[in-house]
C-alpha cells in the first residue's frame, strides 16, 4: 500500500541507506573524507558528472540526513548545514549579497545579526535600512531601493518576542522580485513554516530547540534549490562546516521537536498566564497571552506562542540580580531551547553590545528577563518564579 505519511513520521523515518551490517539505528559517518573506486570516478564526482561524497567539508551522509530532513519539515526543496547558528546566518547574507546592494531588516533582531549587518557588511558597502517588526506595509514599501536584494526577518524576535507579517513581506517581496530570508529559530518548523509565506531562504541555530538539550552546536540554512545553490558553494569554499557527530545528535532530536516544542509552549503559556497575574513584576510577554500588541498576528501565523517568555522587572539591574538569586530550579546561562528552564538577562548578556539607545528601541531594559520554558513540571515553575518575585520585591524594599 502507497499512502503519504505526516511530517512526525517521516522525522523519525528518514535516514541514510541501510548498510549490509542491518543497523537499526541510523549510523555516524565520522570519517573526514571518502575514497573513489577508480581514478575516473575521482574525476566524475569532482566534475559533478558523478554526485557522492568527497570530502566531509563539501558533504557527508550523516550531515545530509539533517538536512533532509530540515527540508522535509520546512517545506523547502534543498539546504545545507552549517557549524553554528551564527555562521548559517552569515552564509545566507554572504554567499548572495555584494557590495552596493542594501538589506532591509526588522529592528528586532538577535545582537550578533544586528553586528553582522552592522559592523561587517558594511565593510563591503553593503547597506541597510531598519524598520520595527510592526510597522504597516506602506512603511515596508517606502524602504525598498533600487539596489535592495533581501528583506530579512526574525519572528518572534530575539528577545522582544515581536512578530513579522509573513504574508505582508512575502507579497512585498514577490512584487519586488527580492529574496526573503526568516530566521526561524524560536518559533521553530514545529510553530511555523515561512516558506508557506513565500520565504525563499528559512535560517535556524539548530543549536537551540533543534537540539533541545544544550548539548551541541549547530545551523542550517533551508529554501528553494536556487538561493541554496549560492549557499553551498559559498560553505563549500569558506569550510562552515558542520560536524558529521553533532549532525547524528542533532537528527536524532528531530524526531521528538513537536512532542518538545508541544510540552515547551504548554509549559510556557501556563507560566506567562501566572506571572501575569503577580503585582510584582511589572510586564509579563508572550505572543499568546491575549495582552501581547500582536496577539492575532500570532495566532494567523503560529500554532503555538513558543518557549520563550519575558517579564520585566522594576528595580534594574540589581532586582534581577536578587530574583535571579531567588530562583531554584533555572539555570543561568545565555542559551535557549533546552529541556532545562534557563533566564538570562539580555541587557548585560546577548544584546550587551547594543548601543544604550539601540536597547531602548528594542525594548531592551536592565530589567528584561528572557525565560526559556523548559520541560520540568509546570506547577514547580510557577511556584518557583512567584517566590523569587515576591523575595527580590522585598529585598528591595527594605534597602
Sequence with gaps: ????????????????????????????????????????????????????????????PTVQEFVDKVCMLEDCEDGVATATGMAAVFASFAAILQAGDHIIASRALFGSAHQIITQILSKWNITHTYLDASAPEEDWEAAVLPNTKMVYVETPSNPGLELVDMAMIGRLCKKHGLIFNVDNCFATSALQNPAEFGAHLVVHSATKFMDGQGRVLGGVVVGTKEHIKPLRFFCRQTGPSMSPFNAWVLSKSLETLDLRMEKHCANALELAEALEKLPEIKQVNYPFLSSHAQHELAKQQMSAGGAIVTIDLEGGFERVCAFMKALQIPSLSSNLGDTRTIVTNPYTTTHSKLKPEEKENLGITEGLIRISVGLEAVEDLIEDFTQAAQVSAEMLVSQ
Design 1 to 60: 500500500m502507497i499512502y503519504k505519511v505526516k511530517k512526525q513520521t517521516k522525522a523519525i523515518r528518514t535516514q541514510t541507506p541501510q548498510t549490509h551490517f542491518r543497523e537499526h539505528s541510523t549510523p555516524l559517518f565520522l570519517t573526514s573524507s571518502f575514497t573513489f573506486e577508480t581514478a575516473e570516478q575521482g574525476k566524475a564526482l569532482f566534475d559533478e558528472t558523478e554526485q557522492g561524497n568527497l570530502y566531509s567539508r563539501f558533504s557527508n
